[in-house]
């Protein structure tokens, strides 16, 4: 856990990724597309990936990407994120994490 808390450290949202994974890339545009800038770490280009990889599925990101940090907190996956969404509670949480302003 100590590697992703200072991966997520200061940053209003991060996301760890895959590369080819296409639940990822539609997370990042959703986020993105609230004008958002979240700290991307792609686990299949990082050499550590596979260590980072074990410690998000021993916090319970099951499967383990994407995974999404608002505010320094762990949110979820993509089905969290799209039920924040949905639910109209996505863009206030950026809001209050400060990755957004409107």
Not at 7 to 20: G, H, L, N, Q, Y
Not at 40 to 62: F, M, P, S
Not at 79 to 93: D, K, T
């Amino acid at each position: 856990m100590e590697i992703i808390t200072s991966m997520v450290a200061e940053k209003p949202v991060v996301i760890f990724s895959r590369s080819t994974c296409c639940l990822c890339h539609s997370i990042k545009l959703l986020i993105r597309n609230f004008g958002a800038n979240p700290t991307v770490y792609e686990l299949d280009e990082l050499t550590n990936g596979q260590q980072i990889e074990r410690e998000l599925i021993q916090i319970g990101c099951k499967p383990s990407v994407p995974a999404v940090f608002i505010g320094q907190k762990f949110i979820g996956g993509s089905n969290s994120i799209m039920s924040l969404h949905v639910r109209n509670e996505l863009v206030p949480l950026l809001m209050n994490a400060r990755a957004i302003w409107i």
